[in-house]
């Protein structure tokens, strides 16, 4: 069995814990896309664990993790989440494989992406300022560095000075010191003899894990709503968490994925700017905010926080394919009087059932709620039939409204924590 999991709506559901339970039963574990602005947390008994680029399927032992050709990798970054497990005892050498055609994030994307946001001010996007875009920008733009051009010095450097003799004319504009070819390099060919060990061509890999019957499991980051395609345009990421962008990042065949879980929370959350019709800033927010822990894994970022918006659910749904859902901090909402749901947009006076694609008319859409009764306690619950009735009601309903069937409800942040269906 392949599965992908994919967020169902703007990042941050609990990915990172679902991927956990999943790759007990996977052969390989294959992220596909975005870089390190991905934070996913994992707690295992006392210990936790946050990964931004390396797959979470590494801290089960015996299993191959994969960074595809979709993703863009910060050599700095991920060398420093490989000591960071390595002294917590988690075994990477030998387990890890980085796709040699994976664009690298340069000195120069990060420093462009941070003053960007600054010169854009209340316009900006949000971003975490890991150079994230800058680095997809320069890949389309058929000027970026990848994993293996490192292996050979000279086609490094003759790209790396191409590069920075238009980056250092964009210095002047943004008055920003020009940067040295020289040092970067350096830098980088020290970077190649660290990472070499990873390096390969993970698409004929991957294949052959395919042909073979192995199974694969596919690591989505970042959610549906922020694909640069299909999310909240302008403010989304600069991939395709989406179902599609499997494909395009790992080069395995459609046929290679044989269920698509989508991975919801009991609520919604966002990190940076944009439309979110069911945001709430009162004191509900808060207690989501607070009782949630909803702090950016990346970036400590307060998330913004509301109720859960079935119309965006749904959407997410609807675009993956979705054959199962993951809902995840169900206990988050416990002790709450009340719980409301969005299953409609008021628009000008008239109500609609879908995302407007123009940004300018979402921001005006206001949520038409269903309400249900609160419950007193989901916490640590591992059996469907020990819930609340309350909490069954508004289960119920999510999976009768999107029309998909649940896989997991999440009680609790550790691995154990779990009701399986």
């Known amino acids: 069995m392949n599965r992908l999991v994919v967020g169902g709506q703007w990042g941050d559901e609990g990915k990172g814990k679902i991927v956990d339970i999943l790759a007990q039963n996977a052969d390989v574990i294959v992220r596909y896309q975005g870089g390190s602005n991905a934070g996913h947390t994992v707690c295992v008994g006392d210990k936790k664990f946050i990964l931004h680029l390396i797959p979470s399927g590494i801290l089960h032992e015996n299993k191959i993790c994969v960074i595809g050709n979709g993703v863009v990798v ?4 991920l060398l420093e989440e490989k000591k960071i497990l390595e002294d917590l005892g988690i075994e990477v050498e030998g387990r890890l494989f980085i796709s040699e055609k994976a664009h690298l994030v340069m000195p120069y994307h990060k420093e462009f992406d941070a003053k960007k946001e600054a010169v854009l001010g209340e316009n900006s996007i949000g971003t975490t300022k890991r150079g994230i875009g800058p680095t997809y920008t320069d890949k389309h733009a058929r000027v970026g560095i990848r994993i293996c051009d490192l292996e050979n010095p000279d086609v490094f450097k003759e790209k790396l000075n191409a590069n920075i003799k238009f980056i250092n004319k964009l210095c002047e504009l943004y008055e920003i010191e020009p940067f040295d070819a020289n040092k970067i390099f350096d830098e980088y060919m020290d970077y190649a003899q660290k990472i070499k060990p990873f390096i390969r061509n993970t698409v004929y890999y991957l294949n052959g894990v395919f042909k073979n019957g192995r199974s694969i499991l596919f690591e989505g980051a970042q959610g549906s709503l922020l694909d640069v395609d299909f999310g909240t345009y302008p403010f989304v990421t600069s991939s395709h968490p989406t179902v599609g962008g499997a494909f395009s990042g790992t080069g395995l065949p459609h046929k290679a994925i044989d269920r698509v879980m989508i991975v919801v929370k009991a609520y919604t959350t966002r990190v940076g700017n944009g439309p979110f019709p069911t945001e709430l800033t009162d004191e509900v927010g808060n ?5 949630g822990a909803e702090y950016g894994a990346t970036t400590g970022r307060p998330r913004r926080c509301g109720w859960l918006d079935l119309v965006v659910v749904k959407y997410a749904a609807m675009i993956n394919g979705a054959d199962e859902i993951a809902l995840t901090k169900l206990d988050v909402l416990d002790g709450l009087d009340e719980i409301k749901v969005c299953v409609g947009y008021e628009y000008q006076g008239r109500k609609i059932g879908f995302i407007p694609s123009q940004l300018e ?18 916490a ?8 609340p009735e309350n909490a069954k009601r508004y289960l119920e309903y999510i999976s009768m409204f999107t029309g998909v069937r649940f896989a997991f409800i999440s009680t609790g942040a550790e691995r154990k924590q779990t009701i399986e269906l």
């Open 287 to 291: 207690y989501i905010r607070d009782n």
């Open 380 to 387: 640590g619950i591992t059996d469907y039939e020990d819930l």
């Open 74 to 77: 910060d050599p700095k970054s």
């Open 361 to 378: 008319e979402f921001a005006k859409c206001k949520p038409i709620y269903k309400t249900f009764k609160g419950w007193d306690k989901t």
